[in-house]
């Protein structure tokens, strides 16, 4: 077979026929509005909060050991639970240095409570490295009743 059949009948041919169909390239960032990352996408770790600014994280802490290289700190302090009247484990601030992940998801893996996830936002370039260390819980947020690790 030629090599001119070989790039028509092969992927680089499909592609180079479907570009005008946007099978290719992304307008980006002309498309920032309505760009999405495809599902598997991997740009930092996020901790979802509900409309209660409730979130799932115990402070377990088992994502900070899981971690390779020290990307998640756990503050981590107790609290007294009202129906209980004993003290119980909370997370006071967690810690994400997004300069030091490499992304490797240990930490979403081990998480018993599915409190942290991937973010799809990739736009992340600064001149300042300390704007890369995030609390990722929200000010005034609160565990989740009944969520236990
Ligand atoms: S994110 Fe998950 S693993 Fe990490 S402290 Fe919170 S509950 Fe534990
Ligand atoms: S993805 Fe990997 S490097 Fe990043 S915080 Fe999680 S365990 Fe650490």
Not at 38 to 49: A, K, L, N, Y
Not at 121 to 146: C, Q
Request: aromatic share 8%.
């Amino acid at each position: 077979m030629s090599y001119l059949s070989n790039i028509y009948n092969g992927i680089t041919g499909k592609y180079f026929l479907n570009s005008r169909k946007g099978a290719i390239t992304q307008q980006y960032p002309d498309n920032r509005a309505t760009l999405k990352m495809f599902d598997r996408f991997r740009g930092e770790v996020i901790m979802p909060h509900d409309e209660q600014n409730e979130h799932t994280c115990t402070g377990c802490q088992k994502c900070e050991i899981a971690c390779p290289n020290g990307t998640i700190e756990i503050i981590w302090d107790r609290a007294i639970v009202e129906e209980t009247g004993k003290k119980k484990k909370k997370i006071d601030q967690f810690v994400y240095h997004l300069g030091l992940c490499t992304m490797c998801g240990l930490c979403i893996d081990v998480c018993p409570t599915d409190a942290i996830i991937w973010g799809q936002n990739f736009e992340n370039s600064v001149y300042d490295r300390t704007k890369l260390t995030r609390v990722l819980n929200k000010p005034g947020s609160v565990v989740k009743a009944g969520i236990e690790d």
